[in-house]
């Protein structure tokens, strides 16, 4: 077991199952969630979309909370049939395993395979950008902000732009940031001061982290980052120590324990 325990950074429901996980391995981990999620203030844009499924050859999902809370809206009257010929993007295998929970069959479901040494967008477009030409339509299922408006890269939704191929968006869900109560300021004072270890799957997760702890020095803090791009934004944050590796079990079993 580490002598700092390891921080979890994810939403609520998914840092549990990162929690468990961990625990499982022999390792001390505690949720600190800095991402809120909610849902939309308005429903009608899923609704709608689910109305015009068959509109779509493909439908690229950014999470396993975008799968969550698109098929919670699945119209009564959408069939197994309307799905049928549709693909379904993943970035990775929390999304698959929603995808599948959702009841999408795994034969229609691209995603990059589990050994793959990075999950993105860029390593979701290097296995579907073939399917994308003139004319075909694709919708990204997403998150969005707190007035509900798109957040994040759209990187993905410009290279489909660039093949010719039109894409419609939808919010899902909004990412809200976090407002600790005691307990969770004091974990994140452990952090900061390098009693614990932090696990970072998101950039935005450590930007909301600076919001909430202004004029933190971070010099000290130890970090394990989920995508070179999040390790450079811990970079930029200033902490201390710093690895960076795929969100593979073993690989982030080995980066923590690194830093132990």
Same mark, same amino acid.
């Given at each position: 077991m580490t002598a700092r325990p390891v921080i979890v950074t994810r939403p609520a429901r998914e840092g549990v199952q990162w929690v468990? @996980?961990?625990?499982? =391995?022999?390792?001390d981990a505690v949720a600190l969630p800095l991402i809120v999620i909610e849902p939309v203030h308005d429903?009608?844009?899923?609704? =709608?979309?689910?109305?015009? $499924?068959? @509109?779509?050859?493909?439908?690229?999902?950014?999470?396993?909370?975008?799968?969550?809370?698109?098929?919670?809206?699945?119209?009564a009257d959408s069939t197994d049939e309307a799905l049928a010929g549709r693909r379904f993007w993943a970035t990775g295998p929390g999304t698959t395993r929603a995808l599948l929970?959702?009841?999408v069959p795994p034969d229609a479901i691209d995603a990059p395979?589990?050994?793959? *040494?990075?999950? @993105?967008s860029e390593a979701l477009w290097e296995r579907v950008q073939a399917q994308v030409s003139a004319g075909v339509r694709v919708l990204i299922v997403r998150g969005g902000d707190e007035a509900g408006q798109p957040a994040g890269r759209d990187?993905?939704?410009?290279? $489909?732009?660039?093949?010719?191929?039109?894409?419609? *968006?939808?919010?899902?869900?909004?990412?809200?940031?976090?407002?600790?109560?005691?307990?969770?300021?004091?974990?994140?004072?452990d952090g900061a001061e390098g009693r614990a270890i932090w696990l970072f799957s998101s950039s935005e997760a450590i930007a909301n982290l600076q919001r909430a702890m202004p004029g933190t020095d971070w010099r000290a803090a130890s970090a394990v980052a989920t995508h070179a791009r999040i390790g450079e934004a811990a970079r930029a944050a200033g902490f201390g120590a710093l690895r960076v590796c795929t969100p593979l079990r073993d690989a982030l079993i080995a980066s923590i324990e690194s830093l132990a």
């Amino acid at each position: 077991m580490t002598a700092r325990p390891v921080i979890v950074t994810r939403p609520a429901r998914e840092g549990v199952q990162w929690v468990d @996980d961990l625990r499982a =391995a022999g390792l001390d981990a505690v949720a600190l969630p800095l991402i809120v999620i909610e849902p939309v203030h308005d429903a009608e844009p899923l609704r =709608a979309a689910w109305r015009r $499924i068959e @509109d779509y050859a493909a439908l690229m999902f950014v999470s396993a909370t975008a799968v969550e809370h698109f098929f919670q809206h699945r119209d009564a009257d959408s069939t197994d049939e309307a799905l049928a010929g549709r693909r379904f993007w993943a970035t990775g295998p929390g999304t698959t395993r929603a995808l599948l929970r959702a009841g999408v069959p795994p034969d229609a479901i691209d995603a990059p395979p589990p050994e793959a *040494t990075r999950f @993105d967008s860029e390593a979701l477009w290097e296995r579907v950008q073939a399917q994308v030409s003139a004319g075909v339509r694709v919708l990204i299922v997403r998150g969005g902000d707190e007035a509900g408006q798109p957040a994040g890269r759209d990187w993905l939704a410009k290279e $489909i732009d660039a093949a010719s191929g039109h894409r419609d *968006t939808v919010v899902a869900y909004r990412r809200l940031p976090p407002l600790f109560d005691v307990r969770q300021h004091q974990l994140a004072i452990d952090g900061a001061e390098g009693r614990a270890i932090w696990l970072f799957s998101s950039s935005e997760a450590i930007a909301n982290l600076q919001r909430a702890m202004p004029g933190t020095d971070w010099r000290a803090a130890s970090a394990v980052a989920t995508h070179a791009r999040i390790g450079e934004a811990a970079r930029a944050a200033g902490f201390g120590a710093l690895r960076v590796c795929t969100p593979l079990r073993d690989a982030l079993i080995a980066s923590i324990e690194s830093l132990a």
